[in-house]
């Protein structure tokens, strides 16, 4: 797993990096809330914010969760930790 990743949103502030939603694709969260979701789309040099209820994303998280299981992914506890300290 990369660095975490972190992205300002024009309205609610510092947002970070809960998991990929598809190609070129992520989900994120408000950094102090932490119940806002985004679904971050990246194209160019710009970047689409559509918000997202949490059901949705915590879903998303488990996706890759069990992507990363399978997958035996060296990076599978720091996702843990991260799904851990987000959805419980």
């Not at 502030?13 to 939603?21: D, E, I, K, S």
């Not at 989900?27 to 559509?50: C, E, I, K, P």
């Amino acid at each position: 797993m990369s660095a975490e990743r972190y992205l300002n949103h024009p309205t609610f502030g510092l947002l970070y990096r809960v998991c990929p939603a598809g190609e070129a694709q992520e989900v994120y969260a408000t950094l102090y809330a932490q119940r806002m979701f985004f679904r971050v789309s990246h194209h160019g040099r710009g970047a689409n914010f559509d918000s997202m209820p949490l059901l949705d994303a915590r879903h998303l998280a488990e996706q890759n969760l069990l992507r990363e299981r399978r997958n035996r992914s060296v990076d599978l506890p720091l996702w843990q930790k991260l799904f851990d300290q987000t959805f419980i």
